[in-house]
């Protein structure tokens, strides 16, 4: 088995160089396919196996409060486990945002800055690009 410090440094660049394609292209449906079906589904499984490896049932009490949940992440692994949800949920979060900014002919260049933040900060991006795509279209909707 691989270790978490592997883990943690594959999925980083793994992850990096993905988000520079993303920007680069966004869009190529090529390659929100191969981002789509071998990145965040690769992703996926990582998560998936790892969360069998190493969650234990018995800390599901401890998602109630946060000074229960702190301890969940006082290993490497669970900080692991925890990275990678992001990272493969922030790539969803880009992934929606250049389809739908294509979509509603927003100029790829448009949307540059709000992907950067999609992958550094999820939901700054996130708000960015909805408030950027409302602006732009004059109207809100989902």
Same mark, same amino acid.
């Given at each position: 088995m691989f270790s978490t410090d592997t883990l943690f440094s594959t999925?980083?660049?793994?992850?990096?160089?993905?988000?520079?394609?993303l920007i680069a292209l966004p869009y190529k449906r090529a390659v929100h396919q191969i981002l789509y079906g071998i990145i965040v589904l690769g992703m996926g499984v990582?998560?998936?196996?790892?969360?069998?490896?190493?969650?234990e049932p018995s800390s599901l009490e401890s998602f109630s409060t946060l000074d229960g949940l702190m301890p969940l992440f006082s290993s490497k692994e669970a900080v692991l486990l925890?990275?990678?949800?992001? =990272?493969? !949920?922030?790539?969803? $979060? +880009?992934?929606?945002i250049v389809r739908d900014a294509e979509k509603n002919n927003l100029p790829p260049?448009?949307?540059t800055?709000? =992907?950067? !933040?999609?992958?550094? $900060? +999820?939901?700054?991006g996130w708000t960015s690009y909805i408030l950027l795509r409302t602006i732009t279209k004059r109207h809100y909707n989902f």
């Amino acid at each position: 088995m691989f270790s978490t410090d592997t883990l943690f440094s594959t999925s980083n660049t793994i992850a990096f160089l993905a988000w520079i394609i993303l920007i680069a292209l966004p869009y190529k449906r090529a390659v929100h396919q191969i981002l789509y079906g071998i990145i965040v589904l690769g992703m996926g499984v990582l998560y998936s196996a790892l969360f069998i490896q190493f969650f234990e049932p018995s800390s599901l009490e401890s998602f109630s409060t946060l000074d229960g949940l702190m301890p969940l992440f006082s290993s490497k692994e669970a900080v692991l486990l925890g990275w990678i949800h992001y =990272l493969a !949920f922030d790539m969803l $979060a +880009g992934l929606y945002i250049v389809r739908d900014a294509e979509k509603n002919n927003l100029p790829p260049y448009s949307i540059t800055v709000c =992907l950067l !933040f999609t992958f550094m $900060a +999820g939901p700054i991006g996130w708000t960015s690009y909805i408030l950027l795509r409302t602006i732009t279209k004059r109207h809100y909707n989902f």
